[in-house]
């Protein structure tokens, strides 16, 4: 099996379950046209999202790392009337352009963007806690800390998903690099965290070898 495989199964699957939208591809070209990196998840991981958002009835989401907002988007059309999503961003540049598509999403109502560090970020954000759902997605290296913080914003029942766990089996192969070491790191911390339950799982499509990992809070930090 090649990376020509998964993209044309990806090709297929989203030919057939995800009817074209020209909001997200308006987003796409202009988070390409701005020169950001093509590192979004993809459209059925975006519409994967969005289906945990719904399934588990999110009123209140976070995500830490926009880019261009495209994943911000999947995740905020799961939301109800009156719920919030706050997505943090390192840098204005990204964040411009996400929150230029999002207003053409109609969802800037609804949707934060917060321009800093996340690990600065992170303790402010108690009062809006807790989230129903949180979403890593930045700095790998960083991904445990996150996780740490995700914990605390929490209550019982949260999911938390993170995104890039597996980096082409980088996270088997302790000298890979220091994303995928972030993740060992970060797997392994899940591992000893007894309050949640988790699992990850493999993925292979347009964006080639990688996975997710998905933990359920059983017991909020
Ligand atoms: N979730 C997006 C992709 C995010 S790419 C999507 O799927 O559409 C990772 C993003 O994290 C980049 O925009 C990068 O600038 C941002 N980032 C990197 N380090 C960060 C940090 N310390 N704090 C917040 N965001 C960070
Ligand atoms: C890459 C992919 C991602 O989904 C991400 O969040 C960061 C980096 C990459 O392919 O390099
Ligand atoms: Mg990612």
């Given at each position: 099996?090649?990376?020509?495989?998964?993209?044309?199964?990806?090709?297929?699957?989203?030919?057939?379950?995800?009817?074209?939208?020209?909001?997200?591809?308006?987003?796409?070209?202009?988070?390409?046209?701005?020169?950001?990196?093509?590192?979004?998840?993809?459209?059925?991981?975006?519409?994967?999202?969005?289906?945990?958002?719904?399934?588990?009835?999110?009123?209140?989401?976070?995500?830490?790392?926009?880019?261009?907002?495209?994943?911000?988007?999947?995740?905020?059309?799961?939301?109800?009337?009156?719920?919030?999503?706050?997505?943090?961003?390192?840098?204005?540049?990204?964040?411009?352009?996400?929150?230029?598509?999002?207003?053409?999403?109609?969802?800037?109502?609804?949707?934060?963007?917060?321009?800093?560090?996340?690990?600065?970020a992170l303790p402010s954000l108690?009062?809006?806690?807790?989230?129903?759902?949180?979403?890593?997605?930045?700095?790998?290296?960083?991904?445990?800390?996150?996780?740490?913080?995700?914990?605390?914003?929490?209550?019982?029942?949260?999911?938390?998903?993170?995104?890039?766990?597996?980096?082409?089996?980088?996270?088997?192969?302790?000298?890979?690099?220091?994303?995928?070491?972030?993740?060992?790191?970060?797997?392994?911390?899940?591992?000893?965290?007894?309050?949640?339950?988790?699992?990850?799982?493999?993925?292979?499509?347009?964006?080639?070898?990688?996975?997710?990992?998905?933990?359920?809070?059983?017991?909020?930090?």
């Amino acid at each position: 099996m090649t990376t020509e495989t998964w993209t044309a199964v990806d090709d297929y699957i989203t030919g057939l379950l995800l009817p074209t939208d020209p909001i997200l591809d308006a987003a796409q070209e202009a988070s390409r046209a701005a020169g950001l990196p093509p590192i979004s998840v993809s459209a059925a991981q975006g519409k994967f999202l969005h289906l945990l958002a719904r399934i588990q009835g999110a009123r209140r989401i976070l995500e830490i790392g926009t880019l261009a907002g495209y994943s911000t988007i999947w995740l905020a059309r799961a939301l109800p009337a009156g719920g919030r999503l706050i997505t943090l961003e390192f840098d204005p540049k990204h964040a411009g352009v996400a929150q230029a598509n999002l207003a053409r999403a109609g969802l800037s109502h609804m949707v934060d963007v917060r321009v800093g560090r996340a690990i600065d970020a992170l303790p402010s954000l108690a009062g809006d806690a807790p989230f129903d759902l949180i979403f890593i997605d930045a700095d790998k290296p960083s991904t445990t800390d996150y996780f740490k913080w995700s914990l605390k914003l929490s209550r019982k029942g949260s999911v938390i998903v993170v995104d890039n766990v597996v980096r082409a089996g980088g996270l088997v192969d302790p000298s890979a690099d220091e994303d995928a070491r972030g993740m060992r790191t970060f797997v392994a911390a899940l591992a000893a965290e007894p309050r949640v339950s988790a699992t990850a799982i493999q993925t292979v499509g347009i964006k080639g070898y990688d996975g997710f990992a998905i933990a359920v809070v059983d017991t909020p930090a």
